[in-house]
């Protein structure tokens, strides 16, 4: 069993960064690959990025090379660090955790067994 708990949202301006925290309790930490994902008002969720066990990262195109994630397997932590923010990346923002060891982390929502509440990102124009 695995328990999420994003932090790190809030207000930022068009062009400015934002780092969000997601921190994990369960013993399986270390072996699971860890995702963010988002859901806009009136749009479905979609992926952003995502982590294996062993650090190697995927991105959806629309942030590649603006987002940046990252984990801690000593402090069960993973971020996402968002730089050049739009106002597009507004959204609630939500991390998962698939277990199972595997090279590439899954870009699929039904592949994560766990869920945080989400934490709001806002950026205005």
């Known amino acids: 069993q695995v328990q999420l708990v994003e932090s790190g949202g809030g207000l930022v301006q068009a062009g400015g960064s934002l780092g969000l925290s997601c921190a994990a309790s369960?013993?399986?930490?270390?072996?699971?690959?860890m995702g963010w994902f988002r859901q806009a008002p009136g749009k479905e969720r979609e992926f952003v990025g995502a982590?294996?066990?062993?650090?190697?990262?995927i991105y959806a195109n629309s942030v590649r090379g603006r987002f940046t994630m990252s984990r801690d397997n000593t402090k069960n932590t993973v971020y996402l660090q968002m730089n050049s923010l739009k106002p597009e990346d507004t959204a609630v923002y939500y991390c998962?955790?698939?277990?199972?060891?595997?090279?590439?982390?899954?870009?699929?929502?039904?592949?994560?067994?766990?869920w945080g509440r989400g934490t709001q990102v806002t950026v205005s124009s």
């Open positions: 998962a955790a698939a277990e199972g060891l595997t090279v590439v982390p899954p870009r699929e929502e039904y592949k994560y067994n766990y």
């Open positions: 982590i294996s066990w062993s650090s190697h990262n």
């Open positions: 369960g013993r399986t930490f270390s072996s699971c690959a």
